[in-house]
């Protein structure tokens, strides 16, 4: 049960992008503006090819627990994830300050699995910040003498702490919808590199630190 919720969350990000595609192409043609629509079957087609790279990802997770590590460049990491979110959090993402890598930085993982943990923690940082004027949610890269770390800071309102000390357990949410499931999707993710996440809390706002083995 678990693995089938797992499977539907890793593939729930691109399927909403892509019905928000369509949504927005509907509302061109009834405008008669066809290039917006060219723009939008582009980005579906882009869509439906990364669909395909998860289930391909995911069957090879079945087949041997985990995805081999590769060098990946953590730029491309993270500029993939914030494209998922476009349509999806539209005129939203200005809140997102992101001091980007130089392209040469690499760590070792999978670029599609860490996309997911990534747009998992935006997601949540932007959720977290819905109605505020003064949202932010600043993403920072540091490499240290033995990795990478990327953290996710934002000025939210903070994390209960009884949701806090149990944040990484299934089913465990303090959101109306949702299992609770993309945080220990992440943490799996993270783990199966040889990384981490770290947490913490207040009630000026989280911070999740990732940390990643460097590709050498």
Known sequence: GQVAAGVAHEINQPVATIRAYADNARVFLDRKQTSPVEENLGAIAALTERIGTITEELKAFARKGRTAAEPVKLRDVIEGAVVLLKSRFAGRLDALAIDLPPPSL???????????????????????????????????????ADGVTVGVSDNGPGIPPGILRSLFTPFNTSKEKGLGLGLVISKDIVADYGGRIEVSSDDSGTRFTIHLPKAV
């Open 106 to 144: 690499k760590v070792m993982g999978n670029r599609v699995r860490l996309e997911q943990v990534l747009i998992n923690l935006f997601q949540n940082a932007l959720e977290a910040l819905e109605g505020r004027d003064d949202a932010h949610v600043r993403v920072s890269v540091e490499e240290t």
